[in-house]
């Protein structure tokens, strides 16, 4: 994907983590505006299920879509490019299509389950799609260890992509596991990002708290390496105005009693952030003791909300650095 003109090149690496849709925004703005290869994005896998035999990882193919400018903007899952020959062909045969697999996409489940099948681990396969989409960002899972995202319902307890896609959020849930990741151990790549000595931030992207960050929180190592982190760790809302921009993460934090706001989200990353970023719409938001708080426009609509609110994310960190960030002089390339 092109890169935005004007840029600004930052010499010191940063890691995001990231979901899927709201994630992948903030995401893509950081790739844009940082140098080629200084940015490290672990998604959350606890989304991540066996469909049709297939090995299926919505939030890694959503990064590395968006990231290779091959997303659809408007369904936020799936490439733009898309048809559906293989979705009706099953169809006519009577087979399970609600889960809809486009016939690109479908390209990305095979070869992925190929690779895991022969034995390669899920960050290896993740790395060689990257590679092979042009992305110079690298793109980590949390754990090639299987972590998996379950809700518990009225009727018992659902596989993550049943309530979200099959039931489309519709059960009340009380209770959310992460199965697997008390024995997941970070994957390849996750650790040695977070203990970079280049390292100038960590960025908690504007994902679902409760599905999509916090499961990558629940593996043990990654939860360490940020604690031990000696950088800033910058969270991102994603609730403006009491509201999430798109996904339950709402409706999941009234149903679980956090509440949904700004604040609730803050709070559950308290031990660990240090700033926390919030739209203007959410100026007078209390944050926890000793978390600085930045105010913006955190809305993406445009690519250039996602560079400007990646912009000031990174600003916030520099401001805020721990280390002496001789390293990292911001240099506009435009200049
Ligand atoms: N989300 C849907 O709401 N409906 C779908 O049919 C659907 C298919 C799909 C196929 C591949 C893929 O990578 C993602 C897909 N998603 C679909 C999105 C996905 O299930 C969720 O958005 C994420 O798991 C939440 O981050």
Known sequence: MERARTVTVRPGSVVALSGGVGGAKLALGLHRVLDNGKLTVICNTGDDFRHLGLHI??????????????????????????TWNFMEALKD???????????????????????????????VATDHFRRRLGISTHIVPMSDDPVRTQLLSEAGWLDFQDYFVRQRCNPVVREIAFAGAEKSEPAPGVVSALNDPQLQAVVICPSNPLISIEPILAVPGIRKALKGCSVPLIGVSPIIGGRAIRGPADKLMRELSFGSSAAAVAQRYADLIDAWVVDKVDADTPVPSGVKKVVTSTMMVSMEDREKLARDVLDAAQQMSFKPISATKATDVSA
């Open 57 to 82: 990882c919505p939030d890694i193919d959503t990064i590395l879509y968006t990231l290779s400018g091959l997303a659809d903007p408007d369904r936020g899952w799936g490439r733009h490019d898309e």
């Open 93 to 123: 045969l009577g087979g399970e299509t609600w889960f809809r697999i486009g016939d690109r996409d479908l390209a990305t489940h095979i070869e992925r389950t190929q690779r895991l099948e022969h034995g390669e681990p899920l960050s």
